[in-house]
């Protein structure tokens, strides 16, 4: 009989066990897949706005939240703006679009500190930022705020929200921070795209002044100064107008058209009537 019993015992332990490892398994691919798909979702994301919406939704689907956020820190470092947000109410979005890096929220201090924000309970919350009672509606009591990290300190952070009270163990801490990171990562890589954007679109109007100068300065070589001025307002149209007239005031007051280009040929005949309302100068 005890020899039974032993093995009773032994063969529960071991089904238990079984158990147990089939259910981290289990877990462990579920949070693959959940990272995978929010891999996917920030690779496709070429702003930082096209992030924020992809982070949020998808790192709300991978903690299971009901609702969530992204801020940035804004430029001068005072501020934290709501760049997404998902599952609150409107009105209450409205109020704090925007608020200080120094307020007394979970948000905010998660960027000070630069670590994990946990907030398990509505107890838990009341005791700790007691200022919030009465601002923040009752529908989620529970957060968890994550810093964006980039070379060691925090520009932002990713809140989500739960209507019920959490418990976060320490495989929930480790899909928070892996969320957190590639969040981060896609937020600098989208601000970088778009400061090489404009970095390459002020190249690129910084060539064409160039081209307009020199072209405006081989233009002006010419002794014909009528035609000279008709070629440099062909050729400041398109690049800086729309169009161009040039008009000259003789030793007698009169003024006379010499010159004229418009983007649209029917504006160009336009153009040239015009000049008969400026026959004098004032």
């Known amino acids: 009989i005890g020899r039974r019993a032993a093995l009773a015992v032994e063969n529960a332990r071991l089904v238990a066990a079984a158990r147990r490892a089939q259910r981290d398994a289990e877990r462990a691919a579920t949070r693959t897949i959940r990272l995978q798909t929010l891999s996917a979702a920030l690779a496709g994301a070429l702003t930082p706005n096209d992030v924020a919406v992809a982070a949020v939704r998808q790192g709300v689907a991978a903690i299971g939240a009901d609702a969530g ?4 820190v804004s430029p001068d ?3 934290l703006d709501v760049m997404e947000a998902t599952g609150y109410d409107a009105r209450h979005l409205e109020q704090w679009h ?6 007394a929220v979970p948000l905010a201090e998660a960027v000070r500190t630069g670590s994990v924000v946990i907030v398990p309970s509505a107890e838990e919350r009341d005791a700790r930022y007691p200022r919030m009672t009465g601002d923040v509606p009752a529908t989620y009591p529970a957060s968890i705020c994550v ?3 980039a ?5 932002g952070a990713l809140g989500l929200s739960f209507r019920d009270a959490i418990v976060v163990g320490d495989e929930d801490r480790e899909l928070l921070l892996a969320v957190a990171r590639q969040c981060a990562q896609a937020v600098r890589r989208a601000t970088l795209f778009d400061a090489e954007g404009v970095a390459r679109a002020a190249a690129e109007a910084a ?10 300065s081989a233009a002006l070589a010419s002794l014909d100064f009528e035609t000279t001025l008709q070629q440099v307002a062909q050729l400041a149209v398109p690049s800086f107008a729309d169009y161009v007239v040039i008009d000259l005031r003789g030793d007698d007051g009169s003024i006379r058209r010499v010159a ?3 983007v649209d040929p029917d504006g160009a005949a336009i ?3 015009t000049s008969r309302y400026y026959r004098r100068a004032s």
Do not use: I, K, N, T
Request: hydrophobic residues 50%; proline residues 3%.
């Open 69 to 72: 956020l992204l801020v940035l």
């Open 77 to 79: 470092g005072r501020m």
């Open 98 to 103: 925007r608020f200080s890096v120094d307020a």
């Open 147 to 149: 810093p964006l990290m």
């Open 151 to 155: 070379e060691g300190r925090s520009f």
């Open 207 to 216: 060539g064409r002044r160039l081209s307009f100068l020199a072209d405006a």
């Open 260 to 262: 004229s280009a418009h």
């Open 271 to 273: 153009l040239q009537g």
